[in-house]
C-alpha cells in the first residue's frame, strides 16, 4: 500500500503480535491504519457505497478471524487487499446486477456546468462521472486490478499476488480493461453528441 506512517504507528506486525498474544483491542489500530483502502477496493469493485460498507466489515471480521494463519514474513497490507478483493468479488458476483446500459449515463457536460461554479470544475466531474460509469460496465476482475493499479496505486507483481493471477496475466488484464473502458467512454459521449445535434 501506498501510504505515509503516522508518528505514533508502531507498524503492522508489532499490532498483529499484541492481537495474538491476547490483546483483542489491538486490531482496531490495524483497522484504522487500512479501513480507507480497503473501503476504496470495495467500493470500486461494488459499484456502491453501502455494499462497500458490508463488504469491508466482512473483509475485516474474515482478517481478525484468520488472523493466526497469517505469515510474518509477507506483507500484511497485500494479505488484506487478497481478503478484501476476493470479498467484494464474491458479493458483487451473488447480487447478480442487471449489466448496464449506455441510457443509464444520460448526463452531459451540460448537466455538470449547470450545478458548477465553472467548466473546468464541470468536466473534472464529468470525466469523474463517465470513468465510474465506465467501471461500472466491465467485470468485476477487471474493476479490481483497474482499482488496484490507478488508485491504489500498486505495481502488476503486488496485484499479481493479490489477485493470483501471473505478472503477465494482470498487464494483460489491464490492457484489456483499459481498452473496454475508453470504448464504453467515447461511445457515451457519441450518444450524448448525437442527442444534442437532434436539436440544434
Known sequence: MRQRESMDYKGDIFYIEKILSGEQNAFTCLVNRHKDHVYNLALRICGNSEDAEEVAQDAFVKAYRSLPQFKMKSSFATWLY???YNTSISHVRQRK???LSLDDFPADMADFVGINSNEEDAEEEYNSALVN?????ISEEERGIIGLY???E???EEIALITRISKSNVKVKL???RQKMIEIIEKVKKKNLLYHEQFR
Open 175 to 177: 490492457f484489456r480493461a
Open 154 to 156: 500498486l505495481n502488476t
Open 97 to 99: 446486477k442487471v449489466p
Open 82 to 84: 487478497r481478503i478484501a
Open 150 to 152: 490507478y488508485f491504489e
Open 133 to 137: 460509469f465506465a467501471l461500472q460496465k
